[in-house]
C-alpha cells in the first residue's frame, strides 16, 4: 500500500479555482459599489432638490422683443425666478420654465418662455418677494403703505422698508393670537358644550329615570351651555376684532406688467429683497424658510405653508406602533423559543410568521379597516358611545393605524428577537439554572437582557419600515389636512380617534393629487429629505441604545 503525498497547509490552490474565486470577489465588490452609487446619488438627489426649495434665487426681470408678442397673454415684462432651461418640444432653441408668482393676477405661478423672445434680464434691486397666506408668492415693485389712520408712508420713505417689517411682524403675532383663540380656547369650549350635549342625550336614553328627575339633571347641563356659549361669544368678539386689525392696512404695489394691486398686509407672511442678498443674507433667509416649514401647518392645497402636523402624525403614530408591536413581538418569541414543545405546530407557526412578513401592506390596511374600525371601533362605539351623533371610534384614527402597522412590523420583531434568543450561549442559561434560578428567573434576567441588543434590531427595522409605509394607512385614518392634533391641549389631551397627517401620505398627495403640480414639485423633494431625516434620526436613537444595552450585557456575562 502506497502512501499518497500529504497536502501542504500552505499550497496554493490551482490557478482555475483562484481565478473563480477572485472573479467571484470582483463581481460582488461591483455589485455593492454599484449599490453604494445608486444610494449615493439618489439621497444626493433628493438632498439638492429640497435644500433649494428653502434657498432664495435672484429674480430676473425679462423684456421681450418687440417682434414677439411678449409672455403669454401679450405681458411686454415680467418677473421671476427662472426655474430650469430645457430644449423646446419642437427642437428648436430653448425654453425657460419661469416662476412669476402673482398666481391671483395671472392665473398660474408657472409659465414657460421662449428664450429667443427674450430681448434682455437685469436683476434690479427694489424688486420684493413675498410669501403671503393665499395665492402664493407674490413678487412686485412697492409703491406705498396704506394706514388704517389714514397715513400713506411711500416707498421713496427711509421709513419705508422698516415700517413694513414692523407691520408685518405685528400681523404675525396677532396671527398666532387669532390661532390661539380659535383653535385652543374656542375649541376648548366648542369640545366642553359638545361633552354637555352627549351627557344630555345619555339621560335621553336612560329609560330608568322619570321625565321630572331627567328634566332636573338636564338643567345642570344646559346652564353649563349656556355659560359656555356666552365665553365663546366674548372669545369670538375678540377673534373678529384681531381679523379686522389684520385687513387695516395694506400695501399698494405694482407688477413689473403694468398692473397696480393692494394686499393686506396681514395676509403678508414674510417678505425679502431677492436681488440685495449676499451670501449670509441668502442663508438666513433660507433658514427663516425652513423653519416655517417645520413649524406652519400646509396652505394651499398643500403647496405652501409647512408640514408640522405630518412630522408630528408621522412621529407620534412610529411611536405608538413601536411600544405595541415591542412587548408583542418579543413575548410570542420568548414563547416559541423558551417555552413551547418543538414540533409540527410550532414549526407551522414560524412558517406562518415567515410569510407573513412577505403579504402586501395594503392587505393589512384592508384586514385593519374590517377588524379594527369597523369591528372593534364600531363595538366601543355602540357600548360606550352610543350618544354621539357620529362614529368615534368606528372610523379611522391613529390608534387603530399603529395597530394595523404593528400587526405589520409583527413578524420581523418575532424573526429577529427568537434569532437573538437563540444566540445567547447555552452555558450561560445552564449557569442561572445550577445556581437555583427558575426558568422563568433564567429567562428574564439571564437570557432576555442579554439578548436586548438583538431584540432592539428588530424594532428599528420595524419603525424603518412602518414609518414609511402609506398604502394602509390610507384605509385606517390617515387624511389630507387634519385640523387638530392627537395630542392637544384640549381635554382629554389625548385623542387616539383623531385621523392624523403623515409625511408618507403628503409626499403622495403633493406628488399625484395636487391641483397645481409645478408648486407641488418642490415640496415633494422637501418633505421627502425630512421624512428620510425623520426616519434616521428615530434609528439612530435607537441603535445608539442598542449599542450601550449591548456593550453593557457583554461586559456583564463574564
Given at each position: ?32 459599489a454599484l449599490g453604494i452609487t445608486m444610494i449615493v446619488f439618489l439621497l444626493g438627489l433628493i438632498l439638492v432638490k429640497g435644500v433649494a426649495v428653502f434657498w432664495p434665487k435672484p429674480v430676473s426681470l425679462i423684456t421681450f422683443t418687440a417682434e414677439s408678442a411678449g409672455a403669454p397673454g401679450g405681458i411686454p415684462k415680467i418677473a421671476g425666478e427662472i426655474v430650469k432651461k430645457q430644449p423646446r418640444a419642437d427642437g428648436n432653441g430653448l425654453e425657460w420654465q419661469f416662476f412669476t408668482g402673482n398666481k391671483d393676477a395671472y392665473g398660474s405661478s408657472f409659465r414657460f418662455l421662449n428664450a429667443d423672445t427674450v430681448a434682455s434680464s437685469e436683476f434690479p434691486k427694489n424688486l420684493i418677494v413675498a410669501e403671503r ?426
Amino acid at each position: 500500500m502506497t502512501d499518497e503525498p500529504a497536502t501542504s497547509p500552505n499550497a496554493k490552490p490551482p490557478a482555475r479555482t483562484r481565478a473563480i474565486g477572485e472573479g467571484r470577489v470582483w463581481l460582488c465588490g461591483l455589485g455593492l459599489a454599484l449599490g453604494i452609487t445608486m444610494i449615493v446619488f439618489l439621497l444626493g438627489l433628493i438632498l439638492v432638490k429640497g435644500v433649494a426649495v428653502f434657498w432664495p434665487k435672484p429674480v430676473s426681470l425679462i423684456t421681450f422683443t418687440a417682434e414677439s408678442a411678449g409672455a403669454p397673454g401679450g405681458i411686454p415684462k415680467i418677473a421671476g425666478e427662472i426655474v430650469k432651461k430645457q430644449p423646446r418640444a419642437d427642437g428648436n432653441g430653448l425654453e425657460w420654465q419661469f416662476f412669476t408668482g402673482n398666481k391671483d393676477a395671472y392665473g398660474s405661478s408657472f409659465r414657460f418662455l421662449n428664450a429667443d423672445t427674450v430681448a434682455s434680464s437685469e436683476f434690479p434691486k427694489n424688486l420684493i418677494v413675498a410669501e403671503r397666506m393665499a395665492y402664493g408668492n407674490s413678487i412686485f415693485l412697492p409703491i406705498e403703505i396704506k394706514r388704517a389712520d389714514g397715513s400713506v408712508i411711500p416707498v421713496s420713505s427711509p421709513d419705508f422698508e422698516n415700517e413694513l417689517k414692523s407691520l408685518v411682524r405685528e400681523a404675525s403675532d396677532r396671527r398666532k393670537r387669532i390661532f390661539k383663540l380659535e383653535k385652543r380656547e374656542i375649541g376648548g369650549i366648542n369640545a366642553a358644550i359638545e361633552r354637555n350635549r352627549r351627557s344630555i342625550r345619555k339621560l335621553d336614553l336612560n329609560e330608568n329615570l322619570s321625565d321630572s328627575e331627567r328634566t332636573e339633571r338636564q338643567k345642570k347641563y344646559y346652564t353649563n351651555i349656556a355659560d359656555l356659549e356666552n365665553e365663546y361669544q366674548s372669545l369670538a368678539e375678540q377673534s373678529r376684532t384681531l381679523r379686522d386689525k389684520q385687513a387695516a392696512d395694506s400695501l399698494v404695489y405694482e407688477l413689473v406688467s403694468g398692473q397696480t394691486r393692494t394686499n393686506a398686509i396681514g395676509d403678508l407672511v414674510g417678505f425679502y429683497y431677492p436681488n440685495r442678498l449676499n451670501f449670509f443674507g441668502r442663508l438666513g433667509v433660507a433658514a427663516e424658510h425652513f423653519w416655517t416649514f417645520l413649524s406652519d401647518t400646509p396652505r394651499e392645497a398643500n403647496t405652501e405653508g409647512g408640514i408640522f402636523p405630518a412630522i408630528f402624525g408621522t412621529f407620534v403614530m412610529t411611536l405608538i406602533m413601536s411600544v405595541i408591536v415591542a412587548p408583542f413581538g418579543v413575548i410570542a418569541a420568548i414563547y416559541l423559543r423558551e417555552y413551547a414543545r418543538q414540533g409540527l405546530l410550532v414549526r407551522s407557526v414560524r412558517i406562518s410568521v415567515n410569510n407573513l412578513a412577505g403579504v402586501p401592506s395594503i392587505v393589512f390596511g384592508v384586514f385593519g379597516l374590517g377588524f379594527f374600525v369597523y369591528f372593534v371601533g364600531g363595538t366601543i362605539d355602540s357600548v360606550f358611545f352610543q350618544a354621539n351623533e357620529g362614529p368615534t371610534y368606528g372610523t379611522g384614527g391613529i390608534f387603530w393605524a399603529s395597530l394595523t402597522l404593528a400587526l405589520m412590523t409583527l413578524p420581523v420583531v418575532i424573526v429577529a428577537t427568537e434569532e437573538a434568543l437563540a444566540a445567547v450561549p447555552r452555558g450561560i442559561r445552564e449557569a442561572a439554572l445550577a445556581c437555583g434560578a427558575s426558568k422563568w428567573q433564567m429567562t428574564q434576567r439571564v437570557v432576555l437582557p442579554s439578548a436586548t441588543p438583538g431584540v432592539l434590531t428588530g424594532v428599528i427595522l420595524a419603525m424603518a419600515r412602518g414609518a414609511g409605509e402609506v398604502a394602509p394607512l390610507m384605509l385606517v385614518g390617515v387624511v389630507k389636512l387634519a385640523d387638530s392634533l392627537p395630542l392637544d391641549s384640549i381635554a382629554p389631551y389625548i385623542h387616539p380617534e383623531r385621523k392624523f397627517m403623515h409625511l408618507g401620505f403628503h409626499i403622495y398627495d403633493l406628488g399625484f393629487q395636487s391641483p397645481d403640480s409645478e408648486a407641488a414639485k418642490p415640496m415633494v423633494f422637501a418633505t421627502t429629505l425630512l421624512l428620510i431625516v425623520l426616519v434616521v434620526v428615530m434609528n439612530l436613537a435607537a441603535i445608539q441604545l442598542r449599542n450601550h444595552l449591548k456593550k453593557k450585557y457583554t461586559v456583564g456575562t463574564f
